[in-house]
């Protein structure tokens, strides 16, 4: 395929992202709880090249909106990134997030083990004690959010809080699948919470970010032997329980007293004790979690829809074929008569031919598509190849589908289509609903089926 000049683009972000001196702000650190190579299985086969933590959303590692939102709160020192990853996983991220973010230190921290989301904390809490912090966040990796962390640093200083969660308001029919929370109307102090119900009690629920103070420690003790206490009440031997799932609700211990659960154990002691605040998001923010490898569109979508009204600079220059928003790498080469967007991202040294049209997508480094083609609603993994007059398309998407398998009755639950690295799509093929794992070429169309 012949190249084209590449159309000029701002770089990925622009300006200062240092927080703002203030002589009274309190000292920080950031927690991101990564997971490991165990977890995210739900976002396979995008997971089997490239760490859940570090898939691009938006052009850039998932967990980089997690580090620059947490670089621009007041008084942050440090972030950790706390997991059971290989040491070398995060290497070249920590490497180039410390060139962006040299005012605060970066550093990963392997556990010996899962210790499940409190677990980790715990296990390293001299770590993150070291320098003698006021107060430190913890952030899921697998969120989408706008992170309005300064605000609810502020919520968290006004109520002299132990622990703040932050919650976020949706539909009823949703809630059961997350932490619920219902607060005091008067003073947000949280009076009931409980780890996905099975019958509904609110829908405000939490959001995985939490902020807590250096007081906490001794509630992770106390979360600790209450887990036991628990155990021991409903006659599990410590074999039976080290064996169960770290995430089932009745097995947040093991050999090692240290594995427990932020959510279960944790923020329910704080908040049967009194000491658990919640800080409500505005309806200027946005926030969903990213579970599944569908969900990265829409929350591609979200994020990018947030920047042109937040920081429009992050996006691509407008053209006559762009539908914004759009963000496109500086090394992709887009040919001028494509149709680009609505929500777009395109990665590094894409080729992108005459005519072709992409839409709700997400098109990862090196992919090439050939003219004509058409791809809506889908990730196209990296280093693959759409041939002329293909159409790679998914159904349109849902934030978090209502199914936890990928199949029903022997077909793909209708979604996005995502083709893993390295697949090869013909010329003039359809693949419709389909999940492709790498290395694979297509050479006849398919619909609602996973391709091994």
């Given at each position: 395929m012949s190249t084209y000049p590449a159309r000029p683009h701002l770089n990925t972000f622009t300006g200062s992202s240092t927080a703002p001196a203030n002589p009274a702000a309190p000292s920080l650190k950031g927690v991101i709880l990564v997971g490991g190579p165990s977890v995210g299985t739900r976002f396979r086969p995008l997971s089997m090249?490239?760490?859940?933590?570090?898939?691009?959303?938006?052009?850039?590692p998932m967990i980089h909106h997690h580090v620059l939102s947490l670089s621009k709160t007041?008084?942050?020192?440090?972030?950790?990134?706390?997991?059971?990853?290989?040491?070398?996983?995060?290497?070249?991220?920590?490497?180039?997030?410390?060139?962006?973010?040299?005012?605060?230190?970066?550093?990963?921290?392997?556990?010996?083990?899962s210790l499940g989301t409190g677990g980790g904390v715990y296990h390293f809490r001299d770590e993150i004690m070291r320098g003698n912090p006021d107060a430190f966040f913890v952030l899921n990796a697998d969120i989408a959010s706008s992170f309005p962390l300064n605000e609810m640093l502020a919520f968290h200083r006004n109520k002299q809080a132990i622990g703040t969660v932050m919650g976020i308001n949706v539909d009823k029919s949703k809630a059961h699948r997350y932490g619920c929370l219902v607060p005091d109307a008067a003073t947000s102090k949280v009076v009931h919470f409980v780890e996905k119900p099975q019958t509904f009690?609110?829908?405000?629920?939490?959001?995985?970010?939490?902020?807590?103070?250096?007081?906490?420690?001794?509630?992770?003790l106390k979360a600790i032997s209450n887990r036991r206490a628990e155990e021991a009440e409903e006659g599990l031997t410590l074999d039976q329980f080290a064996n169960a799932s770290v995430y089932s609700s009745n097995a947040s211990l093991s050999r090692s007293n240290e594995r427990i659960q932020l959510e279960q154990d944790v923020l329910r002691t704080l908040a049967l004790d009194g000491h658990l605040y919640v800080f409500t998001a505005s309806h200027r923010d946005f926030w969903m979690a990213v579970k599944h490898g569908s969900s990265a569109i829409p929350a591609n979508r979200k994020y990018l829809q947030y920047f042109m009204q937040a920081q429009p600079r992050r996006?691509?220059?407008?053209?006559?074929?762009?539908?914004?928003?759009?963000?496109?790498?500086?090394?992709?080469?887009v040919h001028p008569s494509s149709k680009i967007g609505p929500n777009v991202s395109i990665g590094p040294r894409a080729l992108i031919g005459r005519g072709v049209r992409i839409r709700e997508s997400l098109v990862l480094d090196a992919v090439e598509i050939k003219n004509d083609a058409c791809i809506i609603n889908a990730i196209v993994g990296w280093d693959s190849k759409i041939g002329a007059w293909a159409r790679v398309e998914g159904s349109t998407d849902q934030e978090e589908p209502s199914e936890e398998a990928a199949t029903s009755k022997g077909s793909k639950i209708p979604t996005a289509s995502i083709l893993g690295k390295d697949v090869t799509v013909g010329d003039e093929l359809i693949v419709r609903d389909c999940i492709v794992l790498p290395h694979k070429e297509i050479k006849r169309s398919f619909q609602q089926e996973i391709l091994m």
């Amino acid at each position: 395929m012949s190249t084209y000049p590449a159309r000029p683009h701002l770089n990925t972000f622009t300006g200062s992202s240092t927080a703002p001196a203030n002589p009274a702000a309190p000292s920080l650190k950031g927690v991101i709880l990564v997971g490991g190579p165990s977890v995210g299985t739900r976002f396979r086969p995008l997971s089997m090249d490239c760490p859940k933590p570090l898939f691009p959303i938006a052009g850039v590692p998932m967990i980089h909106h997690h580090v620059l939102s947490l670089s621009k709160t007041v008084g942050m020192r440090e972030i950790l990134l706390i997991g059971f990853y290989e040491n070398s996983v995060f290497d070249r991220f920590i490497g180039e997030a410390s060139i962006e973010f040299p005012h605060i230190s970066i550093r990963y921290l392997r556990e010996y083990q899962s210790l499940g989301t409190g677990g980790g904390v715990y296990h390293f809490r001299d770590e993150i004690m070291r320098g003698n912090p006021d107060a430190f966040f913890v952030l899921n990796a697998d969120i989408a959010s706008s992170f309005p962390l300064n605000e609810m640093l502020a919520f968290h200083r006004n109520k002299q809080a132990i622990g703040t969660v932050m919650g976020i308001n949706v539909d009823k029919s949703k809630a059961h699948r997350y932490g619920c929370l219902v607060p005091d109307a008067a003073t947000s102090k949280v009076v009931h919470f409980v780890e996905k119900p099975q019958t509904f009690i609110s829908d405000l629920i939490s959001c995985g970010i939490y902020l807590l103070s250096r007081d906490v420690f001794p509630y992770f003790l106390k979360a600790i032997s209450n887990r036991r206490a628990e155990e021991a009440e409903e006659g599990l031997t410590l074999d039976q329980f080290a064996n169960a799932s770290v995430y089932s609700s009745n097995a947040s211990l093991s050999r090692s007293n240290e594995r427990i659960q932020l959510e279960q154990d944790v923020l329910r002691t704080l908040a049967l004790d009194g000491h658990l605040y919640v800080f409500t998001a505005s309806h200027r923010d946005f926030w969903m979690a990213v579970k599944h490898g569908s969900s990265a569109i829409p929350a591609n979508r979200k994020y990018l829809q947030y920047f042109m009204q937040a920081q429009p600079r992050r996006l691509s220059e407008p053209y006559p074929e762009l539908i914004a928003p759009v963000y496109i790498h500086p090394t992709a080469i887009v040919h001028p008569s494509s149709k680009i967007g609505p929500n777009v991202s395109i990665g590094p040294r894409a080729l992108i031919g005459r005519g072709v049209r992409i839409r709700e997508s997400l098109v990862l480094d090196a992919v090439e598509i050939k003219n004509d083609a058409c791809i809506i609603n889908a990730i196209v993994g990296w280093d693959s190849k759409i041939g002329a007059w293909a159409r790679v398309e998914g159904s349109t998407d849902q934030e978090e589908p209502s199914e936890e398998a990928a199949t029903s009755k022997g077909s793909k639950i209708p979604t996005a289509s995502i083709l893993g690295k390295d697949v090869t799509v013909g010329d003039e093929l359809i693949v419709r609903d389909c999940i492709v794992l790498p290395h694979k070429e297509i050479k006849r169309s398919f619909q609602q089926e996973i391709l091994m």
